[in-house]
């Protein structure tokens, strides 16, 4: 049986690039979290972010609809809770949700005159 | 006793990036899902899309022979059942074999003038 | 209790871009597949090599010494049992081993005038 | 139940990038381990380091605080136990933590006039 995921998901190097458009870059440059949930229901999801040297931020609160991908794009404080994450600011995240969820990391780096991508699963438990 | 894979598989992070050949460009910008069936049967496989904010498409159905690597273009309609996705829509995928399969997700972007990839196994269960 | 890996690996999206050194690059095109081996006994590794369109080569062996890392060149058939993988092929590597070892996979393209990576584990049962 | 974690960690394909920063560029070439406790207690961690032709060097000690991420820079040896890597040696990493940890791995490479990312979790039991 699929079960769609898990409820727990990890994110380790977050990091946000500079974000000015370069000349001739049709792109902007970012980090991005996509939570995909394959259930008729809603996900209620928890999302904590740890730092290096301080204490973490714990409890904010997405909404992801049922059968829909939801794009959190982390440089843009509405979409998170409210939270304005640094630039060059290393960051880690904890998802946690109430129906089972799969989670995609990426990062759009323009800082030098072409992109440069990460992209990968998120750890899973 | 290796089982080969999984019989389902997710891919969160799907986006189409611009196709247009650039000058001194040997590439094309796509994105690709490979399939690995090791079995000596074929494998039957359907694919569900999902989207931002609309309800997914269902049931395409794909066709893996068996003992070989199945390379889809996700930019050409006729390897995905017909189905035209538009460039720079988020979507996401969820893949269903009837045997046990590997899958592989990769991106190549030739936006700018020089290509970047993202390239990783997708999440199975 | 810590396996030190798993004994059944598979790399689906293999594809050699080109080799050829361009002006001020260091680096030349390659793909490459690393297998650590923690054991103090040395590992005896079986890779086959699936296609698209033909039949897979089965049983290529490959000597994994104990405590040590093997970097496999993809486009040097004297480290893959004299297989000379065609440049622009599709092709998918399942790797067994006679004990426990973790495999990662790396292409670097520098088909353009800056390179490009893909990095990622491989699929592991 | 979340463990937040595995104990055990690899990451096989270590390459430490040259360094030089380039005219132009903001960043410097580097590999990255970070590692994320979300433990209310410290994790005493053990790093060992395979080559391909030499014996391994164990048993260096990482101490990672109660819920805080750790970002180890491997050109930095005053990070990890005072070894000093060399450029384009080949390595990997075997991670052993008191408690659950994630483990993530980064390589920024700058030898040639833009950016290439390899971003991924590491191999986890």
Same mark, same amino acid.
């Given at each position: 049986?699929?079960?769609?995921?898990?409820?727990?998901?990890?994110?380790?190097?977050?990091?946000?690039?500079?974000?000015?458009?370069?000349?001739?870059?049709?792109?902007?440059?970012?980090?991005?979290?996509?939570?995909?949930?394959?259930?008729? $229901?809603? /996900?209620?999801?928890?999302?904590?972010?740890?730092?290096?040297?301080? &204490?973490? #931020?714990? %409890? !904010?609160?997405?909404? $992801?609809? /049922?059968?829909?991908?939801?794009?959190?794009?982390?440089?843009?404080? &509405?979409? #998170?809770? %409210? !939270?304005?994450?640094?630039?060059?600011?290393?960051?880690?995240?904890?998802?946690?949700?109430?129906?089972?969820?799969?989670?995609?990391?990426?990062?759009?780096?323009?800082?030098?005159?072409?992109?440069?991508?990460?992209?990968?699963?998120?750890?899973?438990?």
């Amino acid at each position: 049986m699929a079960n769609h995921g898990k409820k727990s998901w990890y994110i380790v190097d977050g990091w946000l690039p500079s974000q000015a458009e370069l000349q001739n870059s049709f792109y902007e440059g970012h980090e991005a979290v996509m939570i995909l949930n394959c259930h008729p $229901v809603d /996900a209620e999801v928890i999302m904590d972010i740890y730092y290096e040297d301080k &204490e973490p #931020i714990e %409890g !904010i609160r997405i909404h $992801v609809p /049922a059968k829909r991908v939801k794009c959190l794009r982390m440089d843009h404080p &509405e979409e #998170i809770g %409210g !939270i304005a994450l640094q630039k060059h600011e290393q960051y880690s995240l904890k998802i946690t949700s109430s129906v089972e969820v799969i989670v995609q990391y990426g990062r759009m780096d323009v800082t030098q005159s072409n992109l440069a991508y990460i992209g990968m699963m998120g750890y899973s438990e």
